[in-house]
């Protein structure tokens, strides 16, 4: 793999990690205000989004794993630490939204 395409993997998993970030703090602020249906929904779409971040991170792994070599440079890194952040808030929204509709239960 080139340097272009390997940019382009580190691009793809910022852009889809990012939008379940996004989609996740929607779903919380959803809940916050009582909108559980909108909240529920924002929450998939989150987990859509992250699953194309997964695949496009499980591909550079299998290549790696067939014997592809990447000189790994300092945007996958940050590509990849975007990752892991936004599946970290996107796990403590579904808790958040969870407390939310244990606080307004009539």
Do not use: R
């Amino acid at each position: 793999m080139n340097k272009e395409e390997l940019y382009n993997h580190a691009f793809q998993l910022i852009l889809h990690a990012g939008n379940a970030k996004s989609l996740a703090m929607e779903a919380i602020h959803a809940a916050k205000k009582g909108d559980f249906a909108e909240a529920e929904e924002k929450m998939a779409e989150a987990d859509a989004a992250f699953n194309e971040a997964h695949h496009v991170q499980t591909d550079l792994i299998h290549q790696e794993a067939g014997g592809e070599k990447f000189d790994l440079p300092l945007i996958m890194i940050h590509a990849q630490d975007h990752l892991m952040t936004s599946l970290t808030l996107k796990d403590l929204a579904g808790e958040i939204i969870d407390m939310h509709k244990l606080i307004k239960k009539p």
